[in-house]
């Protein structure tokens, strides 16, 4: 059966997909922006740096007059900066230079702004005659150096936009799967309720009549009918917040597996081992919890075909001395490296029958009531499965 929720991967795709599409996109636009806009500049500051020429060597004073309003006086975004041929600042324009420098502290801040031309532009040479010359250092303007920038900006955004996309997606999925489980698991507990009044009605008939009162099936029954009440009450607990309690872990799951085994095939042999003390509790909701443990087992037996072992192993995770780790391993078919992330999924089953269902309620079991954990510790195909349960002690 394909898992019922598989199609999220796909929207997820899509999703990045766009926002690699338009990060791409904009990062492209914006270096051509930066491109021709640097263009711009660089054509900018050598008219700039030539008119500095003419104007030192011109004697005509309504040129000198135009070209100094035009183009220099004109130039209020590159920061620019003259020097010597001895390689003193003598002269700066655009730049932001903090107040109450002193003299020396100007000379020092012009340095260091000359430094960092340097790493952006190789100076422009102008010849001023009579073997005289002067530098002319300048670097990129605000506007542009926030333009380069920008796409950066930019990828943040959209990087930020795909996360909250992506965990919005995850909380709505998550919210209709609640609202899928819980619907189900009331509508379930409903619909039992009719026949399991019957039923209960019918032992109770049963068992005050002479003629059936000491029949083994009329025990039989009452067996089940408590099972089937069990059973109701674990469907009813789904969706409410359920009550957890110190209890002692290993007769919880004696009991558990004691049920299941008088009820799948005798070529099954079920084993109980433990390492901690036989009195140890943890926190759970045994109803729960019992079904957790006959989810797995159930599809453990499966696995084997009917035929096999399954051992279950009470021990302290090596990590995390504070926790009860259940170990639940089988003798039967094993998972493939690449379906391990699977099993969990709704849906997702290797059974001609059944929704798949299992060890999805399983999980959410362990994970949403008991804030545990469920996952599969070892599996090797036709070896076999192991699963582990980990629990918090009281």
């Not at 900018?44 to 220099?72: C, G, K």
């Not at 324009?93 to 020092?108: A, I, R, V």
């Not at 936009?161 to 209709?176: C, G, Q, T, W």
């Not at 140890?280 to 045994?286: D, F, G, K, S």
């Amino acid at each position: 059966m394909i898992p019922i929720y598989d199609q999220k991967s796909r929207i997820k795709l899509i999703i990045v997909g766009v926002a690699l599409l338009v990060a791409a996109a904009t990062v492209i636009y914006t270096n051509i922006l930066v491109r021709r806009l640097a263009e711009r500049e660089q054509k900018q500051i050598d008219l700039y740096a030539r008119t500095q020429r003419y104007l030192v060597t011109s004697e005509e004073e309504s040129n000198v007059s135009f070209l100094m309003t035009e183009i220099v006086e004109a130039n209020k975004t590159i920061p620019v900066i003259w020097v010597n041929d001895e390689g003193y600042p003598v002269d700066a324009q655009n730049l932001n230079m903090p107040q109450g420098l002193t003299p020396q502290q100007q000379e020092k801040y012009l340095r260091e702004q000359v430094e960092v031309m340097k790493e952006q532009h190789p100076p422009i040479v102008i010849e001023l005659g009579a073997g005289l010359r002067s530098y002319l250092y300048y670097k990129e303007s605000a506007l542009l150096t926030q333009l380069r920038y920008y796409p950066l900006v930019q990828l943040a955004i959209i990087g930020c936009l795909a996360v909250i996309a992506y965990f919005a997606f995850s909380y709505s999925r998550r919210a209709e799967q609640n609202r899928v489980w819980v619907g189900l698991a009331k509508e379930t507990a409903h619909q039992l309720g009719t026949p399991l009044s019957s039923l209960m009605a019918w032992q109770s008939y049963l068992s005050e009549s002479e003629r059936f009162r000491d029949e083994p099936i009329v025990e039989e029954l009452s067996k089940d009918i408590r099972r089937l009440q069990i059973i109701t009450e674990r469907f009813s607990n789904i969706g409410s917040v359920p009550v957890l309690k110190p209890e002692n872990i290993l007769r919880v799951t004696q009991n558990a597996i004691s049920y299941l085994q008088s009820r799948v095939s005798r070529k099954v042999t079920f084993t109980i081992k433990t390492d901690l003390p036989l009195d140890t509790p943890a926190l759970v909701n045994v109803p729960l919890f019992d079904w957790v443990i006959e989810n797995i087992c159930k599809n453990a037996v499966d696995a084997m075909d009917g035929r096999g072992s399954i051992t279950i192993h009470l021990r302290r995770p090596v990590r995390n001395k504070t926790q009860i780790a259940i170990d639940i391993t089988d003798t039967g078919k094993g998972i493939p490296k690449s379906k391990l992330e699977s099993v969990f999924l709704p849906g997702y089953t290797t059974k001609k029958r059944g929704w798949g269902l299992g060890l999805a309620l399983a999980k959410r079991i362990i994970e949403n009531y008991h804030q545990g954990r469920l996952f599969v510790k070892w599996s090797e195909v036709s070896r076999g499965t192991t699963f582990r349960v980990i629990l918090r002690e009281e």
